[in-house]
T-cell receptor, first 115, second 113 residues
């Protein structure tokens, strides 16, 4: 099976612009989660989508939004970019485990630089 | 805020030595997982240990879990240069429904050939 793919891999934007990142989960995985990773804050959960519905949301401002399509592909959007949004954005699709819990499979990430 | 906190933040060892990383967390959990991240890339799942398990092995990896102390350790035996990476623990809280994984800030391991 193909792994989680993310596009683009690298992106440079200027302050005030908006950006859309894309994630294709592993075939058959219905849950997609997004994380922001920075040296200072580490890995921070943004949101999770399951069957086109947002199931969980992290503590990020409304400038960060996402959606999921019927084929489980997901996009996240950041509007009015700020310098502090520069980060590695990671997408993960999840496989539920018998007995509870789940494992996450991560994509390679999108490196966003805001200048 | 981070649920898991890894210790040490950085570790440097010689090839062939064992590496031990620790993780502490704050709330009751369903499972604890360890992930590896090579520089600037995605995370790779290493091992999952359930809250009712105390120890688990996978190849050169050994994970222990002490729920009374809310802590876990990851031991990598006979380390190799290719083990150089950052290692993260992640937990999902023991509440109903799916909860997001919460990651610690990681331990940066350097294995010197």
């Amino acid at each position: 099976k193909a792994g989680v793919t993310q596009t683009p891999r690298y992106l440079i934007k200027t302050r005030g612009q908006q950006v859309t990142l894309s994630c294709s989960p592993i075939s058959g995985h219905r849950s997609v989660s997004w994380y922001q990773q920075t040296p200072g804050q580490g890995l921070q959960f943004l949101f999770e989508y399951f069957s086109e519905t947002q199931r969980n949301k992290g503590n990020f401002p409304g400038r960060f939004s996402g959606r999921q399509f019927s084929n489980s592909r997901s996009e996240m959007n950041v509007s009015t970019l700020e310098l502090g949004d520069s980060a590695l954005y990671l997408c993960a699709s999840s496989l539920s485990l018998a007995g509870g819990g789940y494992e996450q499979y991560f994509g390679p990430g999108t490196r966003l630089t805001v200048t | 805020s981070q649920q898991g906190e890894e210790d040490p933040q950085a570790l440097s060892i010689q090839e062939g030595e064992n590496a031990t990383m620790n993780c502490s967390y704050k709330t009751s959990i369903n499972n604890l997982q360890w992930y590896r991240q090579n520089s600037g890339r995605g995370l790779v799942h290493l091992i999952l240990i359930r809250s009712n398990e105390r120890e688990k092995h996978s190849g050169r990896l050994r994970v222990t879990l002490d729920t009374s102390k809310k802590s876990s350790s990851l031991l990598i035996t006979a380390s190799r240069a290719a083990d150089t990476a950052s290692y993260f623990c992640a937990t999902d809280a023991l509440i109903s429904g799916n909860t997001p994984l919460v990651f610690g800030k990681g331990t940066r391991l350097s294995v010197i050939a």
